[in-house]
């Protein structure tokens, strides 16, 4: 994940990006992005250094990972192995670093970088996601039924009642 430095374009001459979320793991290590319009000094100082709180929630073929940082509602990454770009796809194992979480805060209007962070991960919450993740891609994918999937589970439950259902969970002050 190119994750460019704090007030520099996050996409070189690119200077509006679509909002997303996207929580993946490829061949540098997990990853968030979270690009979104309006940023402010209080969503900055979270994202910097404001407690981090993170979950994994699996329902059917995907995984969901949850995340709040500071004083922030929880927020959720719906995630497939499969979606990843071949060229950057890895197995867990195969990943550089698989024990820290590259968090990287863009602001859609303009397309700088507003925030970056690098959260290392318990040994017991990387060992569940990189379970998760390792039986997730030794098992099929049908990219319409994982849409369709996604937006039951949004219509079922919000991020705040899938972090009630979390399998995993972890809490960090750095």
Same mark, same amino acid.
């Given at each position: ?5 704090? =007030? *520099? ?6 200077? &509006?990006?679509? %909002?997303?979320?996207? /929580? ?5 290590? !997990? ?6 319009? &309006?940023?402010?000094? *209080? %969503? ?14 699996? $329902? ?12 922030? &509602?929880?927020? $959720? ?32 209007? $303009? ?15 990387? =060992?569940?996601?990189?379970? /998760? ?15 369709? !999937? ?5 219509? *079922? ?18």
């Amino acid at each position: 994940m190119q994750t460019g430095q704090v =007030g *520099q374009p996050y996409i070189p001459g690119q200077d &509006k990006l679509e %909002e997303k979320i996207r /929580y993946r793991l490829d061949n540098e290590g !997990h990853s968030l992005l979270i690009v979104k319009t &309006k940023i402010t000094a *209080q %969503e900055i100082e979270d994202v910097e250094s404001g407690a981090a709180q993170l979950g994994i929630y699996v $329902d059917g073929p995907i995984i969901f990972l949850l995340f709040k940082f500071g004083t922030s &509602k929880w927020n $959720d990454a719906p995630y497939s192995w499969h979606t990843v770009p071949s060229g950057i796809r890895v197995y867990p194992q195969e990943a550089l670093e698989v024990s820290t979480l590259m968090v990287v805060l863009v602001e859609a209007t $303009d397309g700088l970088v507003k925030a970056v962070r690098e959260i290392p991960l318990t040994a017991e919450f990387a =060992g569940q996601l990189n379970e /998760y993740i390792t039986i997730q891609a030794n098992g099929s994918f049908n990219g319409l039924s994982y849409a369709k !999937h996604i937006n039951m589970v949004y219509n *079922q439950y919000t991020a705040d009642e899938m972090r009630e259902m979390a399998a995993a969970y972890m809490n960090s002050s750095y």
